[in-house]
């Protein structure tokens, strides 16, 4: 088992930091965003999901026409498109881009303001059964050998026989910090996604996601993804001068220029979703954490996203990275504060260092042979 790097498009390039300009679909800087994360060996791409931004899958559509090897990770609500149309439509964007390149990234949905802008009106916890019941027809749809049926509480179809399936199986992501979300995604996902809290806390987390699974009898675990923002320095005053540059930045916007982890996202008040309320308790209990994890960032822009940092050197950062790996953690989606930028020089500098760091210490091999072992397989 190798571990897994992510890390994040969108139509324009926008951050905390940058407000967006020019058009909202902007080809141009799909393009380069996407050649840049090839370019720098990154596995995959996550495409966010709001209320307001363009359709993900056909920015991904886009993107792959545009690449050769980079995945998709496409961010997903269940509730607003028929589990059967959109076990389609992820197959489809299987098929158009080569096979294998495409997942789904569920999320059912932290902020209840921007779930009613799309005319969703169900309470946390309704939303997380409702992907339950979601997943599972999606799933069937995707391998089901003949037609089935389907009469649950939030969906009822009939006659089930779905002629386009994926050419390879497309793994589900699931995002959460809930007991609702550790049950649900115990359930069905193939890799959890985590925010970039303190070492201690991911531990924890990890523990909860693996012992929801083995109550649902899953004997395959799910893989453990985690996000950061790194922010890179040639040397460690370097690097401190330009995250508290960034920090100072984000203040000045207000909590951010518009990026999924700033202001956009915020609802007023206290966070509603309990992964936000998590990095804004681990900003409280201090600013640094374990290596150089920072959560100023976070406290800055009301934590409404991945927003904690990792400060440093490359070789600083890839430590820091490795030590989540040691932990359990299988796969790493980090983005900048200046996205194509730092994707690149993630790329030249960051990537390698954490293969480097992982082969020192025979990480990657041993997570591999732990997680097997641990399962069975």
């Not at 320095?233 to 370097?238: F, L, V």
């Amino acid at each position: 088992m190798s571990v897994e790097f992510i890390g994040m498009i969108g139509t324009q390039e926008v951050s905390e930091i940058h407000p967006a300009t020019g058009p909202v679909v902007d080809r141009d800087t799909v393009r380069r965003f996407a050649a840049a994360h090839e370019d720098a060996g990154f596995d995959k791409v996550l495409i966010g999901h709001s209320s307001s931004t363009p359709d993900g899958l056909q920015v991904a559509a886009y993107a792959a026409a545009h690449t050769e090897r980079l995945g998709f990770l496409v961010a997903h609500r269940p509730g607003f498109t028929a589990p059967t149309l959109a076990a389609r439509q992820y197959a489809t964007l299987d098929h158009f881009s080569g096979g294998g390149r495409v997942a789904m990234h569920v999320i059912s949905g932290g902020s209840d303001t921007d779930q009613r802008r799309d005319g969703d009106r169900l309470a946390k916890d309704e939303r997380y059964a409702r992907t339950d019941e979601y997943l599972s027809v999606v799933r069937r749809a995707w391998s089901s050998p003949g037609a089935f049926d389907h009469h649950g509480e939030y969906y009822q179809v009939d006659g089930v026989q779905q002629e386009i399936r994926p050419l390879a199986p497309i793994p589900v992501y699931f995002g959460g910090s809930s007991e609702a979300a550790y049950r649900v995604g115990g359930r069905h996902a193939d890799v959890f996604a985590l925010w970039g809290e303190p070492l201690a806390g991911t531990a924890e987390q990890i523990g909860r996601v693996h012992d929801a699974a083995r109550a649902e009898g899953r004997t395959v675990l799910p893989r453990i993804s985690v996000s950061f923002r790194p922010i890179l320095g040639d040397t460690e005053e370097q690097a401190w001068a330009r995250a508290h540059e960034v920090r100072d930045r984000i203040v000045a916007a207000k909590g951010g220029a518009g990026s999924f982890t700033g202001t956009r996202m915020r609802e007023a008040g206290a966070p509603a979703n309990v992964g936000s309320q998590r990095l804004l308790a681990a900003a409280e209990a201090g600013e640094v954490h374990d290596r150089c994890l920072w959560t100023a960032t976070a406290a800055a822009s009301g934590a409404a996203g991945n927003s904690t940092a990792l400060v440093g050197t490359p070789e600083t950062v890839a430590a820091a990275l490795a030590d989540y790996v040691d932990i359990g953690v299988t796969t790493l989606l980090i983005r900048g504060y200046d996205p194509i930028a730092d994707a690149a020089r993630y790329g030249r500098e960051l990537l390698p260092a954490v293969h480097a760091e992982l082969a020192r210490r025979g990480t990657a091999d041993r997570a591999g042979r732990g997680a097997r072992a641990e399962v069975g397989v």
